[in-house]
């Protein structure tokens, strides 16, 4: 009986074991597919194959979201002076910014949002949305671009969606380095430090 329950129990640690092996292996081996071109809020083409070979930061957001995509945004704003002092940002390190509800914003509304939080239309934030005219293969490649990082998103009807609360770190390559949590829990410190890291 001791015999059988040492198996089982080796045989859950192991389970275990696989299953976390899975997940890690499966973050540190994302990479963005380099069919994936949206539009920018200046409503120029952006081709993730052709981007430059800089670090980038990615959120995923919708302008019309409460509370976590604005708090994000605002300390990733901070996080962007910290990074302009070392000379970092924009040289070294881009921002991404993904709308997950492309319908509703459009590069007008982008535009707006970047207004709203005092983000410079320079070309070192990039806000990403879909064109118009592609709608519908656009809305496809926000979406192949989330699952990318795992990023769950849906709309339950009310325009409200819900989504998962994390913003990624890329390489120069667009590979994963490392995730973050959105919101409250968005430590620039944290992330300040993983990125000069990584320079």
Known sequence: MKKVYIISTLIVIIGIAAGISFFIIRDMTAKIPDNITLVTANDEVYDFAESEKKLKLVEFIYTHCPDICPTTTQ??????KDL?????YGDKVQFVTVTIDPYRDTTEVLRKYMNTFDIENDGNWILLTADPDNLKQD???IQELAN????????PGDGFYVHSTFVYLLDENNKFIKKFPMGEEFDKNDVFKKIMKEI
């Open 75 to 80: 300390r990733m704003n901070m996080l962007k």
């Open 148 to 155: 990318t990082f795992q990023f769950q998103y849906r709309d």
């Open 84 to 88: 302009e002092e070392e000379g970092a």
């Open 139 to 141: 809305q496809y490649e």
